[in-house]
């Protein structure tokens, strides 16, 4: 069969134009599709620079804004030097775009590091710089304080409240609306969850375990509360898009 095939070949050869021009064809797609890749990351660069200043602005405020004067000085080295690291890693991941089939990862870190930016910029304006203290200070704060006498359970009520709103419009900004939810939800809220705790854990030193476990413990519900209500209001919104275009054509 195959002799056959060659003797054909051989017969009716494929003029050289012809050849030429797929050639050209596979040399333009492929020059095409570089032009394309590289403005997409160039343009995808540029955001994770601009994520990653206001993430760094975050840390800055949040860490050099708080009353050190209770803390010995090796809080401040031990918890900034965490804190850095997990920033950088997480901003490669951001920046790299890293992705694998199942998990978007270099979006879920983007949405953590608005995210981280967004706390700090809510940190850089609150009126006392021990959050905590600031949030029993509220009307809802002050009520689960007076009517179950427990801090632990008011600093788990101020960390999923804060969280929530820091995740939810951090997702709405970064996180496409086709991934895949629960995975997106998942990694997602790691990695908000992970760049919030070394600022709780700052704000929480001096203060019972039980304040310090259950801000941690609301931060990540939070984190996952606001990641999933991003997706929510992406649904409901592309169902009121649907409803209204039927309504059209009807």
Partial sequence: MSEEHDSAAKEHPTPEALREGVRSAISSALARDADRRGGRTGRQLALSGVIGVVGGLAVTWLVAAHPLGHHPQWHLAFYSTVWAGLLVVVLALALLDVRTARWPIGSAARAAVLALGIAGICGWICP???????????????????????????????????????????????????????????????????????????????????????????????????????????????????????GADS
Avoid: Y
Wanted: glycine fraction near 10%.
């Fill in 128 to 246: 006392d710089q021990h959050f905590l203290e600031w949030w029993n200070a509220t009307r809802l704060g002050s009520q689960i304080v007076r009517e179950t006498d427990s801090m632990g359970l008011s600093a788990f009520c101020f960390g999923i409240v804060a969280t929530t709103a820091f995740a939810l419009v951090a997702a709405l900004l970064t996180l496409s609306r086709r991934s895949d939810a629960l995975r997106t939800v998942l990694i997602t809220s790691s990695f908000v969850a992970l760049l919030q705790a070394p600022g709780v854990a700052l704000q929480a030193t001096d203060a019972s375990l039980a304040v310090l476990t259950g801000w941690m413990g609301g931060t990540m519900i939070g984190s996952v509360a606001g990641v999933a209500g991003a997706f929510g209001w992406h649904a409901r919104h592309e169902r009121l898009a649907s409803l209204s275009d039927e």
